[in-house]
């Protein structure tokens, strides 16, 4: 239920914001992206920040919070050990 009224409150406050912006409801697609984009972002900055007030540089914070990943997925070819997300480890895959 928590869940449900902070979303629905986060809701209400972007709607504001595009009413003042002038945007209508669905936005035009560059900004709806560009929405998704800011909550992607805005998802890491809470993590990184702790990260960053335990004494770590902002590079290493992103790093290990495994930023990248989060935003941009895993590339094609890159890190292609899956890693387990509870511990940030990553797993043998055992070939036979």
Same mark, same amino acid.
């Given at each position: 239920?928590?869940?449900?009224?902070?979303?629905?409150?986060?809701?209400?406050?972007?709607?504001?914001?595009?009413?003042?912006?002038?945007?209508?409801?669905?936005?035009?697609?560059?900004?709806?992206?560009?929405?998704?984009? $800011?909550?992607?972002? /805005?998802?890491?900055?809470? !993590? &990184?920040?702790?990260?960053?007030?335990?004494? %770590? =540089?902002?590079?290493?914070?992103?790093?290990?919070?495994?930023?990248?990943?989060?935003?941009? $997925?895993?590339?094609? /070819?890159?890190?292609?050990? !899956? &890693?387990?997300?509870?511990?940030?480890?990553? %797993? =043998?895959?055992?070939?036979?």
């Amino acid at each position: 239920m928590k869940a449900s009224l902070l979303s629905l409150g986060a809701g209400l406050a972007v709607g504001v914001v595009y009413s003042l912006l002038g945007v209508r409801s669905p936005a035009p697609p560059v900004v709806a992206l560009i929405g998704l984009l $800011g909550i992607l972002l /805005g998802e890491q900055i809470v !993590p &990184v920040g702790r990260q960053m007030i335990a004494g %770590i =540089s902002i590079r290493a914070a992103w790093q290990q919070m495994r930023c990248e990943q989060h935003v941009f $997925g895993v590339m094609p /070819g890159r890190n292609t050990q !899956p &890693v387990d997300t509870v511990s940030n480890v990553r %797993i =043998s895959v055992v070939k036979s």
